[in-house]
């Protein structure tokens, strides 16, 4: 199923390594998958969606020409649909539960998915409209996956929207976090556009707490979202982490995401710390930017790790080192303060700790040294604690506590979606999750201010 | 290893694979390259007066992306002189004396033109003649093919003047264009053929474009009636095969014609009655290789089933083959769904709940699983989950016991009623 057809990288053209990997399915190959899907009755792929995309539907229509129609059935489901169709882990959601698993090859959901929505990025189709105004306000603060599928949903509701972005575009992981070469930004824009055409406000550059305050968002809307996502990768608190040479994988992968690249990475020695999705980002991008050697370390086993298989698959594809049962203990510098090697000491796995996986504990008098250039943490993401307090919501060490069903708050008018909720059983931290918590959380706000059930017409 | 030849009233072929006349058999070039590949005989297209074709004359209709479900042509006999293509035939038999060549003939229904071309004809060697009375375009706005072969007596009387001087066997090719065909086939037995051949292709439209309104294909924006063919038109040409073969007032041998595609639909065709099959579409679909199968799997086939000879096979189908009022109304079967095989994709489920009698439930097993069963005793055995099913060997259609056989031929006579038909008049 890999069908990746350029596996070489080039050193002469950097931006070239950054092109989406994987091509559209030509019209040929969406004509004879679309064929092939069964059009099961009460489909178990829509039930593995988490937005419950009517993906049989979506299908059948690819196969009997009506794009328009299919790009519809996707994005009124999933406001992100176009770059889930990209990042989504579809072999355990959609293609996991496909029933020709069992009888031949599940149905390629992804790459139809993209597919379709391709066809409405290029033919430049606006796919909903706005609803009659209601004459409510809502702020938003966040314009990632959460923060617009609320605000689409909101505005084909009749609300009046304005998301609150601190950067300079919206999108947020879609726009900046996830690699160009998965997930271009052309598409996350698009999504972003869509909204905007129904009349959404999105104003960039502005921060809540910084350039408004807490307080004047609360007086002047009815009720509030707030998808501020996550914040940057935590301290690893060891010795050398503020040397020239140590970057945030957060901030590494943006910096990939606009022009110019960086071309200080050619021909050097990287280490990455971590082995989640954002690490493989960070480790496949440090390959395309031109490393020539790039190790992942991380201080338990292949096991406990928590990249996607395919994310794992096609690091090892593009020569990424993986370093299992290593933990780094201090990043040393040369007499300029640049890195230049980073000590580290082997692992053991010991009992299994709280979260069920095996407590990694230091081998004694097993510490090496590894030459670096460059070492990037990709550990997690911390939250916005301080935000969450402003507003003065009840956290659980940053992650804000909804009623499940509401997603409201502990403030009555302000509602939470996305990572901000993340963790504690609350969710998955996917794009594709947040998207369902946005719609959940518009249909929510409609019941709170209007008192009825949302019905949005497609 | 069978033996694959037949006599097919007389005329002897090395199998029973010919190609049916049509644009595969166009010149002697074409029918070479084809015995060369296997075929066992040709149906050369149409001799007849020289016409004029159009460009633009194939369409295909596709299905869920497979292309060429059925097929559909405007295209006329040959566009070639007499004079060339007796010649060809006649270089082609001496290369292959062993292999069938047929001429397939069309002429006005005049007693000398019939003459003069059956003799003119069997002089270059051909081992029998096919008359079209069914090309359905075209001709038939001359009075030719299916406006001939739609009149029964026309059919008779030109059997008959092909008769008077043909020597080797006279084929008749029957149009699908009529309410009964066994009524065109009668008429060319009563005028002395020796085989019937069926069906010539059925009046089509193939398409129309979304786009440009016009219809598909179309000949400088104007289209006109085609002939259909292909996998699409074998169910139709089956039952027409079959209602002549069981005919017993037509008691000579059928060739069998319409979307015979690989072997299968060969000894479908040929266990239904017919002794021998023609074959166009498939070929030009695939190119004169596809026969390597075609031959292949029917050798297998035979010997799998342990007969000796193609011919063991003709008309075994036949008895199997009657009314509807003859059919048992006890019998009854139903489904049965394997969950081992089943792969839950609910098809049948919504199939009989919308479309049927409603007895599939979807039902959920104490470890959570899925599963689908049929409440039996609402099943009326009718097919349809088995028919929309994509896996084989997921529903059974099972047999079960019933009361003694009784045929509605039988319930009438036992009750002595009047047939509803009548009672509705009283």
Redesign the interface.
């Known amino acids: 199923m890999n069908r990746f057809k350029d596996k070489t990288t080039s050193l002469k053209d950097l931006s070239l390594n950054f092109n989406e990997i994987e091509p559209d399915l030509s019209p040929k190959e969406a004509m004879d998958e679309s064929n092939r899907c069964l059009y099961c009755y009460d489909a178990p792929c829509i039930t593995a969606c988490p937005t419950d995309i009517n993906i049989p539907s979506f299908i059948k229509k690819i196969a009997s020409g009506n794009m328009k129609g299919s790009a519809k059935v996707i994005m009124d489901a999933n406001p992100v649909g176009a770059s889930c169709a990209r990042v989504c882990p579809t072999e355990d959601l959609c293609e996991g539960a496909c029933v020709l698993n069992d009888a031949s090859l599940p149905i390629m959901i992804g790459n139809l998915q993209r597919h379709a929505t391709n066809w409405a990025i290029k033919n430049n189709e606006q796919l909903f409209e706005a609803g009659e105004d209601n004459g409510k306000t809502v702020a938003i603060v966040g314009g990632g996956p959460a923060g617009l599928s609320a605000a689409r949903e909101l505005a084909r509701l009749g609300f009046n929207v304005t998301i609150f972005e601190a950067k300079e575009k919206a999108g947020g992981l879609d726009t900046f976090g996830i690699v160009s070469f998965r997930l271009p930004q052309e598409v996350s824009l698009w999504e972003v556009e869509q909204v905007e055409n129904l009349g959404v406000e999105i104003r960039t550059n502005t921060m809540i707490g910084r350039d408004i305050s807490v307080s004047d968002i609360e007086s002047a809307y009815d009720a509030i979202v707030l998808a501020v996502g996550l914040s940057k990768v935590p301290m690893l608190g060891i010795e050398g982490e503020n040397a020239n040479g140590v970057h945030d994988a957060i901030n590494f992968v943006e910096t990939t995401k606009t022009p110019p690249l960086r071309e200080d990475f050619i021909g050097k020695k990287v280490a990455i710390i971590g082995a989640g999705n954002t690490a493989i980002d960070a480790a496949t991008c440090s390959v395309r930017l031109g490393a020539s050697d790039v190790k992942m370390l991380y201080r338990r086993t292949e096991a406990e790790m928590t990249a996607y298989e395919f994310e794992y698959e096609f690091a090892k594809q593009e020569n990424v080192e993986f370093r299992w049962l290593t933990q780094p203990m201090k990043i040393l510098t040369d007499s300029e303060g640049k890195v230049n090697a980073l000590e580290c000491i082997r692992m053991e796995l010991g009992e299994a700790d709280v979260s069920g996986r095996r407590r990694p504990s230091p081998v004694k008098d097993s510490a090496f040294t590894i030459e670096v250039d460059a070492v990037i943490k990709a550990i997690g993401q911390s939250r916005f604690v301080d935000l969450i307090e402003e507003f003065d919501l009840s956290h659980d060490r940053g992650i804000v506590t909804i009623d499940s069903d509401t997603h409201q708050t502990s403030n009555p008018k302000v509602f939470a979606a996305g990572d901000v909720i993340f963790g504690n059983g609350q969710g998955e931290a996917m794009v594709v999750e947040a998207a369902e918590q946005g719609k959940l959380t518009a249909y929510s706000i409609y019941k709170e201010l209007i008192g009825e059930n949302a019905t949005v017409n497609a | 290893m069978a033996d694959l030849r037949i006599n097919f009233a007389g005329i002897k072929s090395p199998n029973p694979f010919w190609l049916a006349s049509a644009p595969p058999t166009n010149s002697g070039y074409q029918v070479q390259r084809a015995f060369e590949a296997g075929w066992g005989g040709a149906v050369w297209k149409t001799l007849g007066e020289p016409i004029l074709n159009i460009s633009s004359r194939f369409a295909g209709t596709h299905f869920?992306?497979q292309r060429m479900a059925g097929f559909n042509n405007t295209e006329l006999i040959t566009d070639r002189p007499l004079e060339v293509n007796l010649k060809e035939i006649y270089e082609t038999k001496k290369r292959f004396p062993n292999h069938t060549i047929i001429a397939s003939l069309m002429v006005e229904p005049q007693q000398e033109k019939w003459h003069e071309i059956v003799k003119r004809v069997e002089a270059v060697g051909v081992d029998g003649f096919e008359l079209n009375f069914g090309c359905p375009h075209g001709m038939a706005e001359r009075g030719m093919g299916a406006a001939s072969g739609q009149v029964p007596e026309l059919v008779e009387k030109q059997t008959m003047w092909a008769k008077e001087v043909a020597e080797t066997p006279v084929i008749v090719k029957l149009t699908p264009n009529i309410t009964d065909i066994t009524a065109t086939a009668y008429a060319a037995v009563q005028g002395g053929a020796d085989a019937i051949s069926m069906i010539n292709t059925i009046n089509s439209l193939a398409g129309v474009d979304l786009d440009t309104w016009n219809t598909i294909p179309h000949v400088a924006g104007k289209g006109a009636h085609g002939g259909y063919c292909g996998p699409a038109v074998k169910p139709i040409a089956l039952n027409m095969v079959a209602e002549c073969a069981r005919n017993s007032t037509i008691n000579v041998p059928i060739s069998g014609i319409g979307g015979v595609s690989d072997w299968r639909d060969a000894v479908e065709f040929m266990l239904m009655g017919a002794g021998g099959v023609q074959v166009c579409t498939a070929a030009m679909h695939h190119g004169f290789s596809i026969v390597e199968d075609m031959v292949d799997g029917l050798n297998n086939y035979l010997d799998d089933k342990g007969l000796d000879s193609v011919e063991d096979l003709v008309g075994k189908s036949v008895p199997k083959y009657s009314d509807w009022g003859d059919l048992d109304l006890n019998y009854k079967t139903v489904a049965r769904i394997n969950t081992d095989t089943c792969?839950?994709?609910?098809?049948c489920?919504?199939a009989c709940e919308d479309t049927a009698h409603q007895c599939i439930d979807?039902l959920t097993a104490k470890d959570g699983s899925n599963y689908l069963k049929v409440h039996e005793e609402d099943c009326v055995g009718c097919n349809l989950c088995s028919i929309v099913c994509?896996?084989d060997g997921a529903i059974d259609m099972i047999e079960i016991p019933s009361d003694e056989p009784m045929t509605w031929k039988e319930r009438e006579t036992a009750i002595k009623q009047p047939s509803c038909g009548i009672s509705l008049v009283k």
Not at chain 2, 343 to 347: G, L, Q, S, V
């Open positions: 869920n992306g792969i839950n994709c609910n098809k489920h919504i979807m994509p896996v």
